[in-house]
Nanobody
Framework: QVQLVESGGGLVQAGGSLRLSCAASGSISAINAMFWYRQPPGKPRAFVAFITNGGGTTYADSVKGRFTVSRDNAKNTVYLQMDSLKPEDTAVYYC???????WGQGTQVTVSS
C-alpha cells in the first residue's frame, strides 16, 4: 500500500502563507483522487481539498479562495498552498487517498493572531 508523508507545517502569523507537501512512497499517477484533511485541537478531522488525476479541484467553503491544491505525478507529490492564513486554520493537516486504511502523522500548522 502507498505510504504518505506530510511536511511543510510550522508557525506563521495571520495573513501569511505556507506550502504543505505530501510525498508518496510509490506512484500516484494511477490514483484518481488525493485529499487534504485537517484536525483542529479537540475537534474531528475535516475535509479541506480534493484533486483528481485530471487536475480538477474541490475545496471546503472555509478555505475556498485562499488554498490551492496541486499534484506533481513525476515527483509522486501532492501540495497544498495556503495563503491569507487565519488563526482558525490552526490544525494538524493530513493527506489521504481512497482505499488507504491508515493515516500518517500529519504536519502541524499554527497561525497566530
Amino acid at each position: 500500500q502507498v505510504q504518505l508523508v506530510e511536511s511543510g507545517g510550522g508557525l506563521v502569523q495571520a495573513g501569511g502563507s505556507l506550502r504543505l507537501s505530501c510525498a508518496a512512497s510509490g506512484s500516484i499517477s494511477a490514483i484518481n483522487a488525493m485529499f487534504w484533511y485537517r484536525q483542529p485541537p479537540g475537534k474531528p478531522r475535516a475535509f479541506v481539498a480534493f484533486i483528481t488525476n485530471g487536475g480538477g479541484t474541490t475545496y471546503a467553503d472555509s478555505v475556498k479562495g485562499r488554498f490551492t491544491v496541486s499534484r506533481d505525478n513525476a515527483k509522486n507529490t501532492v501540495y497544498l498552498q495556503m495563503d491569507s492564513l487565519k488563526p482558525e486554520d490552526t490544525a494538524v493537516y493530513y493527506c489521504h487517498a481512497p482505499g488507504l486504511t491508515s493515516w500518517g502523522q500529519g504536519t502541524q500548522v499554527t497561525v497566530s493572531s
